[in-house]
């Protein structure tokens, strides 16, 4: 067994259980979307090397063999509360509209899709993602950049109001960390 600081949490162990049954369901449900394909496991961009993407599963055409992969497919495995937290009028966040976004930009597909199974028994139809080139030029720029200045330089990064809870647990004392 790991020790609790690297085992995964209960929500994040779930959900890599369940990832298999939600594509299943989606392939499924929305015979449309195509047939699920195993993930091509970590990717790398072709000319940002530090831009890495790691999909879900690939969807392909049905009823055609061999048939190049045409989508890529995210499965999120939330619960209720996240979701309505979350999803404001059934619209997934940004950053997930980014992850698929990211995915695109290196598998150089057209088209993603974000599956959302929440509350244990709901799913919605999955939520379409259609590249945008500006958006992947600006996403890519950042990455860039961010990896310039902090990567290369061997610099940490500002903390941020975000870090503050997450920090805040787990070094109580320290008084330099964001309120």
């Known amino acids: 067994t790991r020790p609790p600081a690297e085992r995964e949490t ?9 990832e298999a049954t939600i594509a299943r ?7 449309e979307l195509g047939k699920i394909a195993p993930s091509p496991g970590l990717l790398q961009h072709d000319t940002a090397p530090h831009v890495l993407a790691t999909v879900d599963r690939l969807m392909v055409p049905r009823g055609v063999r061999n048939a190049p992969a045409h989508a890529v ?9 996240s979701w309505r937290h979350s999803f404001k009028d059934g619209q997934p966040p940004v950053y997930y509209q980014i992850q698929v ?15 959302v199974h929440y509350g244990g028994q709901n799913m919605q139809y999955p939520y379409r993602v259609e590249r945008d080139d500006s958006v992947i030029d600006s996403l890519l720029a950042y990455c860039e950049q961010w990896w310039a200045d902090f990567v290369e330089t061997k610099t940490p990064p500002p903390l941020i109001l975000a870090d503050s809870d997450i920090l805040t647990s787990v070094y109580p004392g320290d008084t330099e960390l964001p309120p």
């Not at 994040?12 to 369940?18: L, V, Y």
């Not at 369901?25 to 015979?31: D, K, L």
């Not at 497919?73 to 509360?81: A, D, F, R, T, Y």
Request: no cysteine; net charge negative; hydrophobic share 45%.
């Open 10 to 18: 209960d929500p994040i162990e779930w959900g890599h259980a369940h």
């Open 73 to 81: 497919l995210e499965i999120k495995n939330i619960g209720l509360p």
């Open 101 to 115: 976004m990211v995915q695109l930009a290196v598998t150089g597909l057209e088209v993603g899709y974000l599956a």
């Open 25 to 31: 369901r989606v392939s499924a449900r929305y015979p």
